[in-house]
């Protein structure tokens, strides 16, 4: 079974920064792309950035310049540098993984993790 597991999320201050990651575990062969979305209260869910096994990101346009996410593949790992946090980046924020297991090729999500921008 593959396991996803965020932490960093919190409270902060618009200006501020945190730094999310997600950790994946269990038994798998691979993991491919990963990346975070978010969901805001009476939103629907976003994807904020990705990014391939060989380093290659994608933002969406609200974050560009201000989100940069980063992967350590020997910890399974996948991080979100958020700084100039807006209000508007209030929401829960889930890490997902394109994983290779077993019996095929699935995307697992974590469980989420709570961002609050306010002053």
């Known amino acids: 079974q593959v396991q996803l597991v965020e932490s960093g999320g919190g409270l902060v201050q618009p200006g501020g920064s945190l730094r999310l990651s997600c950790a994946v575990s269990?038994?798998?062969?691979?993991?491919?792309?990963m990346g975070w979305s978010r969901q805001a209260p009476g939103k629907q869910r976003e994807l904020v950035a990705n990014?391939?096994?060989?380093?290659?990101?994608n933002y969406v346009d609200s974050v560009k310049g201000r989100f940069t996410i980063s992967r350590d593949n020997a910890k399974n790992t996948v991080y979100l540098q958020m700084n100039s946090l807006k209000i508007e980046d209030t929401a829960v924020y889930f890490c997902?993984?394109?994983?290779?297991?077993?019996?095929?090729?699935?995307?697992?999500w974590g469980q989420g993790t709570q961002v609050t921008v306010s002053s």
């Open positions: 269990g038994s798998f062969f691979r993991i491919y792309d």
């Open positions: 990014i391939t096994s060989g380093g290659n990101t």
């Open positions: 997902y993984g394109d994983v290779r297991v077993a019996h095929g090729k699935y995307d697992y």
